[in-house]
């Protein structure tokens, strides 16, 4: 079974600095997804950034990066210019490629929750 | 992307009773999925609902405490059946489109008292 592990059970950082949310993970498949989800205050699961394991290019989204290394089995996330609409829970989370499409669930990391200060 | 709403947003209830957590997207989606999100805790998938088949449930969870409806390609409901304090947590209906990317309800706060 796939395992999702974050080891940062918080981090702050300061407003417009840069910060990096790590994030390592267990698999034995070699097609698969990674996504970074965002969760305030609020409860709405956000979908921030999504890599592609077949792909060798890390994604980018506005002021959200990552860092893939696939071999290392490690996908971490760098928030660039840190906004205090940034402050949240920071989820990696894990989807298989294979099966039924459409059917494949997501395994959640612990979580990172991220304060920005001002 | 999908838009997906959820009754109630939060409820507080005794121990014993149930309640229905409903789930509505606004396009039509193979599969629907339950999660379960524990006080300060990460996701749980408790199922998956496919329509017109029996749910697909996770190792932990069972059919008589979690049943669960999906009547048509747009709406699920979620049972959490005869509640304890235990079951305290945020319920969360999500979907996947074919863009790969799984859209998430606003989720169900429920308290057991």
């Known amino acids: 079974a796939q395992t999702v592990t974050q080891s940062q059970p918080e981090m702050s950082v300061q407003e417009a600095e840069t910060v990096t949310l790590s994030c390592t993970y267990d698999t034995s498949e070699s097609d698969y997804y990674l996504f970074w989800y965002k969760q305030p205050p609020s409860r709405q699961m956000i979908l921030v950034i999504r890599q592609e394991a077949y792909k060798q290019q890390n994604a980018t989204e506005n002021r959200f990066s990552v860092n893939f290394q696939k071999a290392a089995k490690s996908f971490s996330l760098k928030i660039s210019d840190s906004q205090l609409g940034d402050a949240a829970m920071y989820f990696c989370a894990y989807r298989s490629a294979r099966g039924i499409w459409g059917a494949q669930k997501l395994v959640f990391g612990q979580g990172t929750r991220l304060t920005i200060n001002p | 992307s999908a838009v997906i709403s959820q009754k109630p947003s939060r409820d507080i209830c005794q121990r014993g009773t149930s309640l229905t957590i409903q789930c509505q997207v606004d396009?039509?989606?193979?599969?629907m999925f339950w999660y379960r999100q524990q006080p300060g805790q990460s996701l749980t998938l408790i199922a998956t609902?496919?329509?017109?088949?029996?749910?697909?449930?996770e190792s932990g969870f069972v059919i008589d405490k979690f049943p669960i409806s999906r009547p048509n390609l747009t709406f699920s409901t979620l049972t959490v059946s005869n509640m304890s304090p235990e079951d305290s947590s945020i319920y969360l209906c999500s979907v996947a489109d074919r863009s790969y990317e799984q859209y998430f309800g606003p989720g169900t706060r429920l308290t057991v008292t």
């Open positions: 609902a496919n329509q017109g088949s029996e749910a697909t449930y």
């Open positions: 396009s039509q989606v193979t599969m």
